[in-house]
């Protein structure tokens, strides 16, 4: 057992080191969109006009270099959080691991996240959600991302128009609408809180993805989320 002990805490210790290192990758991600910010562009802004030359403005060499990096930073973070699934996977693995023969099998499932490819998008090392996936299938959608706008904390976060929300932070289908709201997704304001992020559930292309969507004022337009939902 001790063996199995020691196996587990450097599992979850290098996941912790994976972490900080997602945290980082963040930051420099969070300056090279403050580049495009500026140069009041996106990720997918043409930078030619009708005719196919290049434009005047914005600084081209400045929102290219940008963009080249926010491409390679997210393809760095994927690769880490796929590391950081395996090693959480092998430390929860252990931890229910039988100590006899006779004993029950754990109810978790080593490799259920594999197996489900790349479904855990923006995962907290430190973190993995309580109920498992089996319990996040039975969400049943309630709103729909309609439009995301370029260079909004939205698209920073990976949202992309077509994804069909499960859960908002703690909101789900039966508690989205509120009590006190005749609206559809009135309660959807009350955990949007400016720098507070909101761990999101989504189905994409019918696959359940977690995000983790930060509002912010300042980014450059309307709103805290730079993104417009739908009711189902």
């Not at 080191?17 to 963040?26: E, G, N, R, S, Y």
């Not at 609206?183 to 292309?205: D, Y």
Request: hydrophobic share 40%; aromatic share 4%; proline share 5%.
């Amino acid at each position: 057992m001790s063996e199995i002990r020691s196996s587990t805490e450097q599992a979850r210790a290098a996941a912790l080191k994976l972490a900080d290192k997602c945290k980082a990758i963040d930051e420099e991600l969070e300056t090279q969109v403050q580049v495009l910010r500026a140069q009041q562009v996106g990720m997918t802004l043409p930078l030619i006009d009708s005719e196919g030359f290049p434009l005047a403005q914005p600084d081209l060499l400045a929102v290219r270099t940008a963009r080249a990096r926010i491409i390679a930073l997210r393809n760095d973070r994927e690769e880490l959080e796929g590391r950081m699934r395996q090693l959480l996977e092998q430390a929860l693995a252990k931890d229910t691991a039988p100590s006899s023969s006779s004993s029950e099998s754990a109810t978790f499932k080593p490799g259920a996240a594999t197996r489900k490819g790349d479904i855990d998008k923006q995962i907290d090392a430190e973190e993995r959600d309580p109920e498992g996936w089996d319990a996040i299938e039975k969400l049943q959608p309630f709103a729909n991302v309609n439009s995301v706008a370029s260079g909004g904390p939205a698209e920073v976060a990976g949202l992309q128009m077509g994804d069909q929300i499960l859960r908002f932070a703690h909101l789900t289908f039966e508690t989205a609408d509120g009590i006190d709201s005749d609206s559809k997704l009135g309660a959807l304001p009350s955990v949007v809180r400016n720098g507070e992020a909101i761990e999101v559930l989504l189905l994409r292309q019918g696959l359940p993805q977690r995000l983790r969507l930060t509002p912010r004022l300042g980014w450059g337009g309307r709103g805290l989320l730079g993104c417009h939902l739908t009711p189902t």
